[in-house]
C-alpha cells in the first residue's frame, strides 16, 4: 500500500525519531535550543455559526442557541458561512499566504459528548491558505515567524464536570467558527512564544475577526515543545501543550516544560512524545494517557460540502477593503511620523487606537503633537479602546485636533487646554464653543497685558524696588501676579516681555 | 487466506465504539473477510492516471448569509435527551486522565482513541 | 367512484374505490369536487387497517392527523381559498425523512422515540403542495439491505406473493403503493434502493439525478450516494411528485442550483409524440450471467417494444460494469461509518441502561441499538478509513468510481437513454439470501452504478414471471437527463398495460400465494 497524504499527525513538525537525545556531559538549559510550533485557534466573531443560522454568539444560557444542524440531528446537513470565509481570507491576506483558488472540507472522527456528529468538519488535505509569515517585536527586535497554514473548523460544544459520576453537556458553543493557525517550528523561546500569540490577537482585532480574548476562550492556544543540542539539526521529540489560556500561562507553560524536558535529557533519559495539560494553580504541567493508537482521526472528504472556489475577483475586493496591520502602522509610524517605538507600539496596540489617532493627524494635528494628546489624555479616560472606534465616542478625532491647534496658536496655555479637554469630554462640547463662551482665549493683547503689568507693579512697591536692586528673580513673581491679575487668561511669554519692557523702562 | 483477523476486528470495534461478544466478533471477522477478499478485484483496475471522485455534482460551495435564523428552544433542543438535568445533556462523568484538571477541554482535544 | 357525501364521515360502503388509483386522477378528482379529500383518506386510512396486517408495510399511521389535514383541505375548497396541485391526494414517506414532531426512527431500535423538532425539505414541498401524509413507512434499518429483512420493526411482504421479500431499501414504500396502501410515497436510493424494490413490486420508482432533490431532512447513510426519490403507480404520477419535491434547497449545499425540468411534459411527449429517433443504448454487461431467464426474456421484449416505437438501438459499452459492487461498498460503508457516528445515545434516541462510563454508554448504545447490518457496514467503514488503509481501498474506490461515471458519459454520447432489467432476479424468498452478505450485496449489480455516477434512473413494470412476479425495466439517462429518461418511459408505458395489473388484497389472515 502506497503512504498518501492524509496520513494524521502534525504538518511541518518532525517527530525525531531516532534522533540523538543528550547525555553528553554537562547541565544547563545554554546548550540545548528551545524549538516551538504553536497553534492557535481564533474563535471568528461572525454572528452565526460556520455551518448553521443558530446564533455563535457568547454568553447565552446552555443549549439556547442552537439548531438541529449543530446538535448533529439526523438529516441535517451543513451550509458554509460566507462571513467565516471572509475572515480567514483576510487573515490570510494580512499574513501574506497563499489563498488556494479550491480548498476542501474533511471529516475528523473521534468520540467525545461535545462533538455532536461524531465528527469535526475541518480542512486536512487543501485548506484555504497556506504559509504565511507573522512579524511582531520581541525586545524592539523584528521577529518573524513562518505559518504553515490557516485553515476553517467548528468548534465542539463545552463538558461540564460537576457532580460525582455525571458530566453536563452544553452546545452552545457546537459550530462555531474557528480559524486554527498552525506555526512552523520557529519560534525559540517561552518570551517569544507569548509575543507571537500577542502579535496575532492584535492583528486578528484589527481585522475585526476575532476579539482574542484568551481568557473566555475566544483565542486559544496550544504549543509544540522539542529540545535539541544546539547546531544539531534534527529535531527533538515534542510534547504537546494544552490548556494555556493567557498570554503569562503560554509564557509560564513553555518555560516549565522546557526545564522539565531538560532535567529528562540531562538525566539521560527519553522524552515521551505525549499531550501535556498546563495546570496553572499548580504551576506544572500533567501527562494525558497516550496510547499507541491514539487520533486516527480517520479523515476522509467531507461529501456534504462541495470543494470551495476562491475567485480572483473575490480576493481583489478583500484585498481592497483590508485595514492597514498593525506592523505596517507600526513602520509608517516610527518612520515617517518619527514617533518614538514605545508610542508608536501603544498606538499600534489597538485598531481604533490607531485609526483615532490617524484621523487626528488627517484632521491637521501634528503627528508628536496628537500622539502626545492621544496617548496622555485620550487613552487614560477609556476603559477599553474599542470605544473610540464608535461613533459616539466623546471627543471626536477632528474635535482633538481644532484642540491641539488652539494650543499651538497660543490662544489657550498647556495647562488650559487639558481643563477644556476635560470639558469637551465631560460635556461633548468642542473647544471653540467652550473657548468662546467662556472667554478663555488666552489674552495676546499687549496693551492689556501692559495695562495689566502698570497695574502690578503699582500695586507692588517694595518688590518693584528690590527688583530693582538686583533681585531678578522677582520677575516669576510679577508674571505670577499678571497672570493672577488677567485671570489666568494672559499668554505667559507675552507678559514676561512686557513686563521686561516696563521693568527695564 | 484470510484478510483480517479476530485481534483486529477487536480494535475496530473499539474505534467504531460497538460493543462485540466473542461470538459476534467470530461472526464479524467472517463476514468482513469475505467482504474484503470480494473488494479486492479493484486492485486490478489501473488508476494511476485516474483523479478521485469524491462529489457526484459539478458545482462549487455554496454559501450563506451570515444571519442568525431562529435558534431552537433549550425545550426543542433537549426534546430527546435521553438525560437532562436543567438545560444540559447528562453523561456518565468524563474522565479525560487520572490526575489531570477537570474543566472544559479545548476544541481538538479528544479523548485517546482506544 | 362514490359520489361526496354531505357528511364529513363516511361509512366503508360509501369511500371510494382507490385501490389502483392514480394521482393524477385522485388530485383532478378532489379539485374537481368529484371526491372530498377526507373521504379519500378514509378510503386509504381503511385499506391500511384491514390489509397492512398481511404485508407490514407502515411502522406508523397518523389517521388523526391526516384526517384533520384532510378536512382543513375540504374546508379551504368550499371557502374559495387556493389548494395546491395535490391538494387531497395521501402518501407515505419512508421513515427515513424527519417529521417534525412525528416519530422517525429508519426502522432502528437506535432511534425509537425520535422526534424530531423540523420537517425534510422533500416532505414539505409534498405538504405544501397539498398532499395528506397517511404514516412513515417501513424499511431497512438505516437503508441498509436490499429485501427489507433488515428492519428491526418486522419483514414487508411482496404484495403479489405474501412469501416473497418486497425489495429493499425502500420496500414498504413499492409495497404500500403496489398494495394502494397509498396513493404515492417518497423513498431513498442508495444504491439502488428504490428501483429495486419498485421492480420487485411492479411500480414505477425514480432515483433523480444526485443533488435534484434536496437531503435536507434525510437522515443520511452515504452522503455522496442518497437519492431522495418517489414512488407511484404510473410513470405520470412519478413525475409529477418529482416535479414538487426536485429544486434547488439552501439548506442542502450539494443540491443542484438549476431549476426544475418539465417532467409531466416529458412524459406526454413520449407518449402521445412517441420517440422516433431517441437512440437507446443496450449495455453489454448488463446481460451477462447470473440473470435469471424469464427477467431477460421480459426485459428484451421490452426493448423490442420501445424499438418498435420507433427508437434506434445501439449497443453500447460499460466496460468498469463488473467493479461497481466492490466500488459502492468500499464508498457508502466508509460514509456510512462516519454518519452513523452521531448514534452514540447522548443527545437523542436510544442509550443503554445502567451505563457506569462514557465508554460503556458508546459501546453498549451502538452494540444493543444497531442492528447485524448497520454494525457491519460500520466496521467495514471504520476499517477502510484507517489510517493506512485509505488509500488501498476508499482512496481506490473512489478513483473507480469516476473510471465508472467516464463510463457513462462515453456510453451517452453515442445514446440519449440506456435500458437494462433493474434486477437480474424477481422478488426471491424470505431467507434465501440472508446466509451470505455478498449474495444480497450482488443483487444491487444493475443499480448500484448509477449512484456512483449520480445520473437519473426509474423503473417500471415491464412484465410477469409466470409465478406471477413482477419484473422491472430500468431506464438510464445522463445527468440532468430526467426529460429523456421520462419521454421514453412514458412512451413504454402507453404502449403496454403492464401497469394496470394490481396484485390482490391479502386475506386479513395474509394467505394470498
Known amino acids: 500500500m502506497s503512504t498518501d497524504s492524509i496520513a494524521p499527525g502534525r504538518a511541518g513538525v518532525g517527530t525525531g525519531a531516532g534522533a540523538r537525545e543528550s547525555t553528553a556531559g554537562g547541565t544547563g538549559l545554554g546548550k540545548y535550543e528551545v524549538v516551538i510550533g504553536l497553534e492557535v485557534h481564533a474563535q471568528l466573531a461572525t454572528r452565526s455559526k460556520i455551518f448553521s443560522g443558530s446564533s455563535a454568539a457568547f454568553g447565552a444560557e446552555p443549549n439556547a442557541a442552537t439548531d438541529p444542524v449543530c446538535l448533529g440531528l439526523p438529516g441535517t446537513l451543513p451550509v458554509l458561512n460566507r462571513a467565516a470565509v471572509l475572515a480567514a481570507v483576510k487573515l490570510g491576506l494580512a499574513v501574506g499566504s497563499h489563498i488556494r483558488q479550491t480548498c476542501r472540507f474533511t471529516r475528523k472522527h473521534y468520540f467525545y459528548p461535545d462533538l455532536p456528529k461524531g465528527f469535526q468538519i475541518s480542512q486536512f488535505d487543501e485548506p484555504i491558505c497556506e504559509g504565511g509569515t507573522v512579524r511582531f517585536r520581541l525586545h524592539g527586535e523584528a521577529r518573524s515567524v513562518r505559518l504553515v497554514r490557516i485553515h476553517l473548523e467548528e468548534d465542539a460544544g463545552k463538558n461540564l464536570h460537576a457532580a460525582a459520576g455525571a458530566s453536563f453537556v452544553d452546545y452552545n458553543r457546537a459550530g462555531v467558527p474557528l480559524c486554527e493557525i498552525v506555526s512552523e517550528p520557529d519560534v525559540r523561546s517561552a518570551e517569544e512564544a507569548s509575543e507571537y500569540v500577542r502579535a496575532l490577537r492584535t492583528l486578528v482585532r484589527y481585522l475585526g475577526i476575532c476579539d482574542g480574548n484568551m481568557e473566555e476562550g475566544s483565542m486559544r492556544c496550544d504549543a509544540n515543545v522539542s529540545l535539541r543540542l544546539r547546531g544539531a539539526e534534527r529535531l527533538g521529540t515534542k510534547a504537546e501543550l494544552k490548556n494555556m489560556n493567557s498570554f503569562k500561562n503560554v509564557r509560564d507553560a513553555i518555560e516549565h516544560e522546557v526545564r522539565r524536558q531538560a532535567a529528562l535529557l540531562d538525566r539521560g533519559e527519553r522524552v515521551i512524545q505525549e499531550t501535556r495539560l498546563w495546570d496553572a494553580a499548580r504551576g506544572l504541567s500533567v501527562a494525558m494517557r497516550s496510547k499507541e493508537h491514539a487520533h486516527d482521526y480517520r479523515y476522509f472528504p467531507e461529501p456534504d460540502l462541495p470543494p470551495l472556489v476562491v475567485s480572483d475577483a473575490y480576493l481583489a475586493d478583500v484585498r481592497a477593503s483590508m485595514p492597514e496591520i498593525p506592523e505596517a502602522r507600526y513602520a509608517r509610524y516610527t518612520a515617517l511620523a518619527a514617533l518614538s517605538p514605545q508610542d508608536a507600539s501603544v498606538l499600534c496596540a489597538e485598531r481604533e487606537i490607531a485609526d483615532y489617532f490617524d484621523a487626528t493627524v488627517r484632521a491637521g494635528a501634528a503627528p508628536k503633537k496628537a500622539a502626545n494628546w492621544v496617548i496622555n489624555e485620550v487613552l487614560a479616560r477609556v476603559d477599553d479602546a474599542r470605544l473610540l472606534g464608535e461613533a459616539g465616542v466623546k471627543v471626536a478625532p477632528t474635535a482633538l485636533a481644532e484642540l491641539i491647534a488652539l494650543v499651538d496658536a497660543g490662544t489657550l496655555s498647556g495647562k488650559l487646554g487639558k481643563d477644556v479637554f476635560l470639558r469637551m469630554w465631560a460635556e461633548g462640547r468642542t473647544a471653540r464653543d467652550i473657548v468662546a463662551a467662556e472667554g478663555l482665549a488666552q489674552v495676546s493683547d499687549t496693551d492689556a497685558i501692559r495695562a495689566a503689568g502698570e497695574r502690578v507693579l503699582a500695586a507692588h512697591p517694595d518688590e518693584l524696588r528690590r527688583y530693582r536692586a538686583g533681585e531678578r528673580k522677582l520677575m516669576g513673581f510679577f508674571v505670577g501676579a499678571v497672570m493672577k491679575e488677567m485671570g489666568g487668561k494672559a499668554n505667559p511669554k507675552g507678559a514676561n516681555e512686557v513686563l521686561k519692557l516696563l521693568l527695564e523702562g | ?114 | 367512484m362514490a359520489s361526496a357525501a354531505s357528511s364529513s364521515t363516511t361509512s366503508a360502503s360509501t369511500l371510494p374505490e382507490v385501490r389502483g388509483a392514480s394521482i393524477a386522477t385522485l388530485a383532478e378528482g378532489v379539485r374537481a369536487g368529484r371526491w372530498k379529500a377526507r373521504d379519500l383518506t378514509e378510503a386509504y386510512l381503511d385499506r391500511v387497517a384491514r390489509l397492512d396486517g398481511a404485508l407490514g408495510t407502515y411502522l406508523l399511521v397518523d389517521g388523526e392527523r391526516a384526517r384533520r389535514r384532510a378536512s382543513a383541505i375540504d374546508a379551504a375548497r368550499v371557502e374559495g381559498r387556493p389548494l395546491g396541485p395535490l391538494a387531497g391526494v395521501p402518501i407515505a414517506l419512508k421513515d427515513i425523512f424527519i417529521t417534525r414532531d412525528i416519530e422517525t426512527t429508519c426502522a432502528s431500535k437506535i432511534l425509537r422515540g425520535f422526534h424530531p423538532p423540523y420537517e425534510s425539505t422533500p416532505s414539505q414541498r409534498l405538504a405544501d403542495a397539498g398532499t395528506v401524509m397517511l404514516g412513515k413507512l417501513n424499511m431497512d434499518e438505516f437503508a441498509m439491505g436490499s429485501s427489507n429483512e433488515n428492519s428491526s420493526r418486522g419483514t414487508v411482504k411482496n404484495p403479489w406473493s405474501l412469501a416473497h421479500v418486497p425489495g429493499g431499501s425502500s420496500g414498504g414504500s413499492a409495497a404500500a403503493v403496489a398494495a394502494s396502501l397509498c396513493a404515492g410515497a417518497l423513498g431513498t436510493d442508495t444504491g439502488g434502493s428504490i428501483r429495486q424494490p419498485a421492480a420487485l413490486c411492479g411500480v414505477v420508482g425514480i432515483k433523480p439525478t444526485y443533488g435534484r432533490v434536496s437531503r435536507h431532512g434525510v437522515v443520511a447513510f452515504a452522503s455522496s450516494l442518497d437519492h431522495p426519490g418517489p414512488f407511484g403507480r404510473t410513470v405520470d404520477d412519478v413525475a409529477t411528485l418529482l416535479e414538487v419535491i426536485a429544486g434547488p434547497d439552501p439548506m442542502d449545499a450539494t443540491s443542484i442550483p438549476t431549476p426544475v425540468g418539465r417532467y409531466r411534459e416529458a412524459v406526454r411527449a413520449g407518449s402521445q409524440a412517441g420517440i422516433a429517433g431517441v437512440r437507446v443504448g443496450v449495455p453489454a454487461e448488463y446481460f451477462g450471467a447470473g440473470m435469471d431467464a424469464e427477467v431477460e426474456s421480459a426485459v428484451r421484449a421490452a426493448i423490442a417494444e420501445v424499438e418498435r416505437a420507433g427508437a434506434n438501438v445501439v449497443p453500447v459499452s460499460l466496460p468498469n460494469t463488473k467493479y461497481a459492487i466492490a466500488t459502492y461498498y468500499l464508498i457508502c460503508t466508509a460514509e456510512a461509518s462516519s454518519n452513523l457516528a452521531r448514534y452514540d445515545g447522548v443527545r437523542f434516541g436510544y442509550r443503554t441502561p445502567d451505563a457506569h462510563s462514557l465508554e460503556e454508554l458508546y459501546t453498549r448504545t451502538r452494540g444493543e441499538g444497531f442492528g447485524w447490518e448497520p454494525k457491519r457496514r460500520i466496521m467495514l467503514g471504520t476499517y477502510v478509513l484507517r489510517a493506512g488503509y485509505y488509500e488501498a481501498y476508499y482512496g481506490k474506490a473512489l478513483k473507480a468510481r469516476r473510471l465508472l461515471a467516464d463510463d457513462f458519459a462515453a456510453a451517452f454520447a453515442r445514446c440519449d437513454v440506456m435500458l437494462t432489467p433493474t434486477s437480474p432476479i424477481p422478488a426471491f424468498r424470505f431467507g434465501e439470501k440472508t446466509a451470505d452478505p455478498l449474495q444480497m450485496y450482488l443483487a444491487d449489480v444493475m443499480t448500484v452504478a448509477a449512484n456512483l455516477a449520480g445520473i437519473p434512473a426509474l423503473s417500471q413494470c415491464c412484465g410477469f414471471t409466470r409465478a406471477g412476479l413482477p419484473i422491472g425495466l430500468q431506464v438510464m439517462g445522463p445527468p440532468l437527463g430526467e426529460e429523456a429518461v421520462f419521454r421514453v418511459a412514458g412512451a413504454y408505458e402507453a404502449r403496454t398495460d403492464w401497469h394496470r395489473r394490481l396484485p390482490e388484497d391479502p386475506r386479513a389472515s395474509g394467505g394470498v400465494a
Open chain 2, 1 to 114: 487466506m484470510s484478510r483480517i483477523r479476530p485481534e483486529e476486528v477487536r480494535e475496530i470495534a473499539v474505534l467504531a465504539r460497538l460493543a462485540l461478544d466473542d461470538e459476534e466478533i467470530a461472526r464479524m471477522t467472517q463476514d468482513l473477510d469475505a467482504i474484503l477478499g470480494y473488494v479486492a478485484a479493484l486492485g486490478e483496475l489501473d488508476t494511476t492516471a485516474t483523479l478521485p471522485m469524491t462529489h457526484a455534482v459539478p458545482f462549487d460551495c455554496p454559501l450563506r448569509e451570515d444571519v442568525v435564523t431562529v435558534a431552537l428552544p433549550v425545550d426543542a433542543a433537549l426534546a430527546n435527551a435521553p438525560q437532562r438535568e436543567a438545560s444540559f445533556f447528562r453523561v456518565p462523568r468524563i474522565v479525560p486522565s487520572a490526575g489531570a484538571p477537570s474543566g472544559a477541554m479545548t476544541a481538538g482535544t479528544p479523548p485517546e482513541e482506544g
